[in-house]
């Protein structure tokens, strides 16, 4: 009997999102992308950030599976503290909007993660496919990616099949996982059982391993049907089944988003998909697939993926290069980068912190990572322009007993009626119109005009305009810290 080819699996099955149970992207965005700092951090990580086009590599993501012909609406997995970011560029997208937006109180790596996901999906559709996907990784060829997971459908529908996606390396790299391929899954063509999995190789090894031809790097992306995924790690492992149960059963709705059960979800034993189910499974398949795939995991592998000089070099904003061949030079703070007869270097200049390393040495960013996070230093954490859902905010100058911002508020957008214990403010409306609450009074500013907040004065800023709301904010008191805010109502749930 001849394989079946993708298309007709596809046909066959009801096409990539047909009958047989809609395919549920699901969008793992938990990561801090530490390797590219100083870029990435805790608050605003890579996932986050236009590195490889105009659009966030969150916002490829979505796009990828965008079309409702194909795919259900997706369901993100996120960090409790990038939510409203996250939200907002999903929106900005123009994508399907997400079925759920999950907020994990803390991380427990991919399977809890695709647990919690696929009891979701089960419950709308018990035959409903996961496609599981981080928000951090690069795909240029998205035909291909859209053929292989059509193919990877058509075997988890037909044959019950937990599907990873092998990328055809072109390099010995050590830096990834390798998935040996072993005979043809059932009758799908281009489908094939997993024969195991290997850890990241030495050089060496990796060179065999290449050379083999039957080899293929792990994505790290997957497909299963949702009630598989959920029936298999629960043999395996129904201690953690159990807890992500509960933590969903017990979980808070809070606007747009799924808060998950802290104390529960904490408790879970952290595991990858691989080590908990995938390698003690007898469902394991793999689709080889040539697709432009990069994880995006450090500053090498993002000048990989970008367009280059004739020179070899990588340019992001004011930048010359000057007899320099084969850079990453980028520039984010308005600041200019001169290049003049260097080779091999990335250069990365933001607000706050430049980084200067050769570009065979950026997978040892995390050296650096860990100087910082031993000094406690806040250029680890946030950026010097803070997002919130109402807009941003940016320190200016920061000195003693006093601190000076400049703040952006969104049309529409109002921030929370608060106080301060320890200082107070002075605003100063730069461009726009600001509708104030302090204490009894409501009163709307306009260009050049000001007001004073005592210490201790309820208040309120709001836009009420079609434009966005500049203002400088002038901070003084005995203390000046983020956690001096007293919330009494808020638009965003944060009171």
């Keep these: 009997m001849a394989k079946t080819n993708m298309g007709k699996a596809a046909a066959a099955s009801g096409g990539v999102g047909g009958s047989g149970g809609r395919i549920v992207p699901v969008i793992l965005s938990g990561g801090s992308g530490t390797r590219l700092w100083p870029m990435s951090r805790a608050l605003f990580p890579k996932q986050l950030l236009p590195l490889t086009s105009e659009r966030t590599l969150l916002q490829e993501a979505v796009l990828r599976v965008a079309d409702p012909a194909r795919f259900a609406p997706p369901l993100i997995v996120a960090n409790d503290e990038h939510r409203f970011i996250i939200a907002e560029q999903i929106r900005q997208a123009g994508s399907q909007a997400p079925k759920h937006i999950v907020l994990e109180p803390v991380g427990r790596n991919t399977a809890p993660a695709a647990c919690v996901a696929a009891l979701c999906a089960a419950e709308a559709d018990p035959d409903a496919l996961i496609l599981l996907m981080p928000?951090?990784?690069?795909?240029?060829?998205?035909?291909?990616?859209?053929?292989?997971?059509?193919?990877?459908?058509?075997?988890?529908?037909?044959?019950?099949?937990?599907?990873?996606?092998?990328?055809?390396?072109?390099?010995?790299?050590?830096?990834?996982?390798?998935?040996?391929?072993?005979?043809?899954?059932?009758?799908?063509?281009?489908?094939?059982?997993?024969?195991?999995?290997?850890?990241?190789?030495?050089?060496?090894?990796?060179?065999?391993?290449?050379?083999?031809?039957?080899?293929?790097?792990?994505?790290?992306?997957?497909?299963?049907?949702?009630?598989?995924?959920?029936?298999?790690?629960?043999?395996?492992?129904?201690?953690?089944?159990?807890?992500?149960?509960?933590?969903?059963?017990?979980?808070?709705?809070?606007?747009?988003?799924?808060?998950?059960?802290?104390?529960?979800?904490?408790?879970?034993?952290?595991?990858?998909?691989?080590?908990?189910?995938?390698?003690?499974?007898?469902?394991?398949?793999?689709?080889?697939?040539?697709?432009?795939?990069?994880?995006?995991?450090?500053?090498?592998?993002?000048?990989?993926?970008?367009?280059?000089?004739?020179?070899?070099?990588?340019?992001?904003?004011?930048?010359?290069?000057?007899?320099?061949?084969?850079?990453?030079?980028?520039?984010?703070?308005?600041?200019?980068?001169?290049?003049?007869?260097?080779?091999?270097?990335?250069?990365v200049a933001t607000q706050d912190a430049i980084l200067v390393t050769k570009r065979d040495r950026a997978q040892d960013v995390k050296k650096i990572i860990a100087r910082l996070q031993s000094q406690s230093r806040e250029e680890l954490v946030t950026h010097r322009t803070v997002h919130r859902p109402w807009g941003t905010y940016r320190s200016i100058h920061n000195g003693d007993r006093v601190q000076v911002k400049h703040i952006m508020v969104k049309p529409g957008a109002k921030l929370s009626l608060q106080m301060h214990h320890h200082r107070a403010e002075h605003w100063v409306v730069v461009s726009g119109t600001a509708k104030v609450v302090r204490g009894d009074e409501e009163i709307l500013l306009h260009e050049d005009q000001s007001t004073y907040i005592p210490l201790g004065t309820a208040h309120r800023l709001e836009n009420p305009g079609k434009i966005p709301l500049h203002l400088i904010e002038v901070q003084s008191g005995s203390y000046l810290g983020e956690d001096d805010i007293v919330r009494f109502n808020d638009t965003y749930g944060r009171a």
Aim: proline share 3%; hydrophobic share 40%.
């Design 135 to 347: 928000s951090d990784h690069s795909i240029r060829d998205v035909p291909a990616f859209h053929e292989a997971v059509a193919t990877a459908a058509a075997a988890a529908r037909e044959g019950g099949a937990l599907v990873t996606f092998g990328i055809t390396a072109d390099r010995p790299e050590t830096g990834y996982g390798y998935i040996r391929k072993g005979a043809s899954f059932g009758e799908i063509d281009g489908c094939f059982r997993v024969a195991a999995f290997v850890e990241k190789p030495d050089r060496p090894r990796a060179e065999r391993l290449l050379s083999g031809g039957d080899h293929y790097w792990n994505s790290g992306i997957f497909l299963f049907p949702a009630a598989l995924y959920v029936a298999e790690l629960e043999r395996l492992h129904p201690e953690m089944v159990a807890q992500c149960r509960d933590a969903l059963r017990l979980a808070n709705r809070d606007l747009d988003f799924l808060r998950l059960d802290k104390d529960i979800f904490g408790a879970i034993k952290g595991e990858s998909i691989d080590y908990a189910v995938m390698e003690h499974t007898e469902r394991a398949a793999i689709v080889p697939v040539t697709m432009g795939w990069n994880d995006v995991g450090s500053w090498d592998a993002l000048w990989e993926v970008s367009d280059k000089d004739c020179s070899g070099n990588v340019t992001v904003g004011d930048v010359i290069a000057e007899d320099s061949t084969n850079c990453y030079l980028r520039t984010e703070d308005g600041s200019m980068i001169a290049a003049l007869g260097v080779e091999d270097l990335v250069v």
